[in-house]
């Protein structure tokens, strides 16, 4: 026995460690800006062994003395190739050239990241390139609405920025901007997401398959990553739209050491506004509403081994209303204001160290801090011109929000190349702001005054996780990611905990084809409340009490790739996902009454989710995009609400259709063109109408119809669909590139749904149908042309 533990063991450290083995390591960047480079791959054809650079452009891989031949390659860059003798530890840095003849790259080995190879599934890394290139609503390219074109994910209302992943609510996404949650994406309502596409440098979503890294949502993580900036010298663009202008700034403070990256964007209907309100106005107004969003972010390199990082980011949107006016009362002189403010935004900042503890240990500290606040204020005083005396006064003002303080730590270790391992834990203080309003009311000649608080205190609240995941290479055929995450959350005296293992395999049928598959148990302590079917301010975040649990979810995930040639992927996925202790109002419930005794408005249940998922994808050519197609399920069940049964969840779509299509016809002209179909979403209507009779010759006795609604979602609105497209036209100037935009939403005009409303009939439809009532639907966007221009330098 003592023998056999002595092989087994003898065994097991032959897998981590190599005779007179040694470790290449470096960064791998862009050639004329220095931006590292995320995903890069790095492989070495003669032991068929690779790696990939981590979220700072870093890589490690550790090989037996000798000579060898490293290529270094990423989407859209020339491959770069490298002879290395290697005797000794050896720094290799690459720094890679774009590559504008897109047809002629050649793809060289395997990608060790490529959807064929990698071991993730269930993830979709998307260019930034592809994210300006696509038409978008009004003009602007928006992030989260290229997401929605994805398989798996449904998108709310018409023209909202709302994820709905794989049968998950809105509030079950995790975004991360520079790695801080991002509680509010949306702008107007949904109609715009909060993120700058001229700030972003990666954009990377999963929805299934879940790293250990990765925890606190049940549906989704979209992971975003901001510029760092140019290190060589100045660059920059603008652009002026319709609705919004922007500004991107980047460059060294000092060069190869530090620099900086800056965006600005607002719109500015309320600016172009305000003289025609002030011509028409008998009194001194002012109103209007926009939105403004401010990205920035400092990189440093202290040494070879170290570098710090500060970001930030800050938006708002703002409706506002004030007037001014002067009138005579009693033969005195008055003069009135009126003043109202409605308000809400993030905030997020992150600050973060990366040092090379050694040639294969990697680590990364962040503080990170994010705030979202909805305000509202209302504000009405009178001043007595003759007197100077004060007269009436009345106010109103609502806050709410939550607000973050937290340290990450996280580590790469790549002790041999089968074995990349990733490690570390994080902390986090929130403070959630259920809502307080404050009321004052100050009336002249009456001798009470009325100054109230109303609401609920502060809720605070500790979260915290540790997690390992090693993603292992057994033997040529086949990779396994495992990993485990463990999560406490500390609430009113009250300590959750969970542990969430995480599996992922992929096995290579031939060199062209690759089968995987997936589990992830997630875990959520904070829950969003809303009564609403679209993306309002109001909607609150609160958190795991003692009698509201965290919800939970298990999802298996089962699939394949296969690569139909060098530039073209197909891959097929089949998800089954359960969830329980969901959220939804009682009913009648809403947020109506602040959120005073929120507890007792909801009820908790339990949902599940299956599908299919079909992407044909062409990442590499003048054309490229993809064409995807999803059939899925999505049910809930509470014991109170839709007499215990199960019913279809609001956003379940049967079948979902995507085509994606970029073409660059030369240097000066592009097009973009996206198409959607979807089953309708599941509404609740009233199946009949039921009169109250009542007792016959009762004096003042009057009759009481009451709609019956049966099923809770039981009827389909129509199907969705709708075509956008753009035109880009190019045309370099003597200090940079100009560009034309001009696109359409809802290029034929399709009247999609918004909502449905029965409403009474005229007398011809009365007389053509024998019906007094209908039902109609609300449209919001017929066809929209839009046009910008931009200048980048």
Same mark, same amino acid.
Not at 251 to 280: C, E, H, M, Q
């Given at each position: 026995m003592h023998k056999f533990t002595s092989i087994c063991l003898l065994l097991f450290l032959s897998q981590l460690t190599f005779a007179q083995s040694f470790t290449i390591r470096g960064y791998v960047s862009d050639q004329s800006s220095g931006e590292r480079l995320l995903n890069a791959n790095i492989y070495e054809k003669q032991l068929l062994k690779g790696t990939i650079t981590n979220s700072f452009g870093f890589y490690s891989l550790t090989l037996p003395k000798g000579n060898y031949s490293l290529t270094c390659s990423f989407v859209g860059y020339k491959t770069q190739h490298l002879g290395i003798n290697l005797q000794k530890d050896t720094v290799a840095d690459f720094e890679l050239t774009a590559d504008t003849d897109l047809e002629e790259i050649t793809v060289v080995g395997q990608h060790v990241d490529s959807k064929l190879t990698s071991t993730q599934m269930s993830k979709v890394d998307i260019q930034m390139e592809k994210i300006q290139g696509l038409p978008g609503f009004l003009g602007e390219a928006d992030v989260i609405k290229t997401i929605q074109l994805l398989p798996g994910v449904q998108s709310g209302t018409e023209g909202t920025s709302g994820l709905y992943v794989r049968g998950g609510g809105p509030d079950q996404n995790l975004i991360l901007l520079d790695d801080v949650p991002v509680y509010n994406a949306e702008h107007l309502f949904g109609f715009f997401s909060v993120f700058n596409p001229d700030a972003i440098k990666n954009v990377s979503f999963y929805k299934g398959g879940f790293p250990a890294r990765f925890g606190g949502r049940l549906s989704s993580?979209?992971?975003?990553?901001?510029?760092?900036?140019?290190?060589?010298?100045?660059?920059?663009?603008?652009?002026?739209?319709?609705?919004?202008?922007?500004?991107?700034?980047?460059?060294?403070?000092?060069?190869?050491?530090?620099?900086?990256?800056?965006?600005?964007?607002?719109?500015?209907?309320?600016?172009?506004?305000?003289?025609?309100?002030?011509?028409?106005?008998?009194?001194?107004?002012?109103?209007?509403?926009?939105f403004q969003d401010l990205n920035m972010k400092i990189s440093h390199k202290i040494s070879d081994r170290s570098r710090i990082y500060l970001s930030a980011y800050s938006g708002k949107d703002k409706a506002y209303y004030r007037s001014e006016s002067s009138y005579t009362e009693n033969e005195e002189r008055w003069q009135s204001k009126d003043k109202f403010h409605l308000g809400w935004g993030n905030i997020t900042t992150a600050l973060r160290w990366n040092y090379l503890f050694s040639n294969k240990l990697f680590g990364n500290?962040?503080?990170?801090?994010?705030?979202?606040?909805? /305000?509202?204020?209302? @504000? #009405? &005083?009178?001043?007595?011109? !003759?007197? %100077?005396?004060?007269?009436?006064?009345?106010?109103?003002? $609502?806050?709410?929000?939550?607000?973050?303080?937290?340290?990450?730590?996280?580590?790469?270790?790549?002790?041999?190349?089968?074995?990349?391992?990733?490690?570390?834990?994080?902390?986090?203080?929130?403070?959630?702001?259920?809502?307080?309003?404050?009321?004052?009311? /100050?009336?002249?000649? @009456? #001798? &009470?005054?009325?100054?109230? !608080?109303? %609401?609920?205190?502060?809720?605070?609240?500790?979260?915290? $996780?540790?997690y390992i995941e090693d993603n292992m290479d057994l033997g040529s055929r086949l990779s396994v990611n495992?990993?485990?995450?463990?999560?406490?959350?500390?609430?009113?005296?009250?300590?959750?905990?969970?542990?969430?293992?995480?599996?992922?395999?992929?096995?290579?049928?031939?060199?062209?084809?690759?089968?995987?598959?997936?589990?992830?148990?997630?875990?959520?302590?904070?829950?969003?409340?809303?009564?609403?079917?679209?993306?309002?301010?109001?909607?609150?975040?609160?958190?795991?009490?003692?009698?509201?649990?965290?919800?939970?979810?298990?999802?298996?995930?089962?699939?394949?790739?296969?690569?139909?040639?060098?530039?073209?992927?197909?891959?097929?996925?089949?998800?089954?996902?359960?969830?329980?202790?969901?959220?939804?109002?009682?009913?009648?419930?809403?947020?109506?009454?602040?959120?005073?005794?929120?507890?007792?408005?909801?009820?908790?249940?339990?949902?599940?989710?299956?599908?299919?998922?079909?992407?044909?994808?062409?990442?590499?050519?003048?054309?490229?995009?993809?064409?995807?197609?999803?059939?899925?399920?999505?049910?809930?069940q509470f014991d109170n609400l839709n007499w215990g049964k199960k019913f279809y969840a609001r956003y379940d779509r049967r079948h979902d259709i995507s085509l994606v299509m970029t073409h660059k016809f030369s240097n000066r002209f592009d097009i973009g063109l996206t198409w959607v179909y979807g089953t309708g979403n599941a509404v609740t209507l009233p199946t009949q109408n039921i009169t109250s009779i009542g007792i016959p010759h009762v004096q003042n006795f009057t009759s009481t119809t009451y709609e019956y609604y049966g099923q809770r979602n039981n009827y389909r609105m129509p199907s969705y669909h709708r075509m956008d497209v753009g035109f880009n036209f190019h045309k370099q100037k003597k200090h940079g590139i100009r560009t034309w935009n001009i696109g359409f939403y809802n290029a034929y005009s399709r009247q999609n749904p918004f909502f449905l409303f029965f409403d009474s009939t005229s007398d011809e439809e009365y007389q053509s149908t024998g019906k007094s009532r209908v039902l109609k639907q609300l449209s919001l966007f017929p066809i929209i042309p839009s046009i910008s221009y931009s200048y980048k330098f």
């Open positions: 993580v979209l992971d975003i990553r901001m510029k760092d900036g140019n290190d060589q010298e100045l660059h920059g663009n603008f652009s002026i739209g319709l609705i919004a202008s922007k500004l991107n700034l980047e460059g060294p403070l000092n060069k190869g050491k530090t620099t900086f990256n800056f965006s600005a964007r607002r719109t500015y209907a309320d600016l172009v506004a305000r003289p025609f309100i002030k011509k028409t106005s008998e009194n001194k107004e002012v109103g209007g509403y926009f500290t962040t503080l990170t801090y994010s705030r979202y606040l909805f /305000d509202v204020q209302e @504000n #009405t &005083s009178s001043k007595n011109l !003759t007197t %100077g005396k004060k007269g009436d006064e009345y106010s109103l003002s $609502y806050r709410s929000g939550i607000e973050d303080f937290g340290l990450k730590m996280d580590f790469d270790y790549s002790p041999v190349p089968n074995h990349r391992i990733k490690f570390g834990g994080n902390v986090t203080d929130h403070t959630f702001k259920p809502g307080i309003m404050a009321n004052k009311e /100050d009336y002249l000649g @009456n #001798t &009470s005054k009325i100054d109230t !608080t109303i %609401g609920n205190p502060d809720i605070h609240a500790q979260e915290l $996780y540790a495992f990993g485990l995450h463990s999560s406490g959350f500390l609430v009113e005296n009250k300590f959750y905990t969970s542990l969430q293992p995480r599996l992922s395999a992929r096995v290579m049928a031939s060199d062209r084809m690759s089968f995987k598959a997936a589990y992830s148990k997630m875990s959520q302590y904070i829950h969003l409340l809303s009564s609403s079917t679209i993306s309002l301010p109001t909607d609150l975040w609160l958190p795991t009490t003692k009698k509201i649990k965290p919800q939970t979810s298990h999802q298996f995930a089962l699939g394949g790739v296969y690569q139909v040639n060098r530039t073209i992927d197909f891959s097929i996925e089949g998800f089954y996902k359960t969830m329980s202790n969901l959220l939804e109002y009682k009913e009648g419930a809403s947020f109506v009454g602040a959120s005073t005794g929120w507890e007792d408005k909801v009820e908790m249940g339990k949902g599940w989710s299956y599908g299919l998922e079909f992407l044909l994808e062409k990442k590499i050519g003048k054309t490229t995009g993809w064409i995807g197609y999803t059939w899925s399920k999505a049910e809930r």
